[in-house]
């Protein structure tokens, strides 16, 4: 869902972008078997790199701007999901 129906690029890219990933989540997390997770994960990750750009650019990186390409990609070979391991 996410590389094909740009999931989490939309909020980037649109006006109302919350809202229009909420209802794709609303819609989409029932049959994902808890895919919805790591999404929200990967958007949380995006946001706060692009949050920390827009109000401190001076503490961004480069490897930070790198990450932020790789969290918002819609290349299947390009992208990354942010995750957790708990043990």
């Not at 006006?15 to 990967?42: D, E, G």
């Amino acid at each position: 869902m996410r590389i094909y129906n740009k999931y989490i690029t939309y909020n980037y890219l649109i006006l109302f972008s919350r809202v229009y990933q909420f209802v794709k989540i609303y819609i989409f997390n029932p049959s994902s078997a808890l895919f919805s997770c790591p999404n929200a994960m990967t958007d949380g990750a995006a946001f706060l790199i692009k949050e920390l750009q827009s109000k401190s650019p001076s503490l961004v990186s480069e490897d930070m701007r790198y990450a932020f390409e790789r969290l918002t990609s819609n290349n299947p070979k390009h992208f990354w999901t942010s995750g957790q391991w708990v043990i």
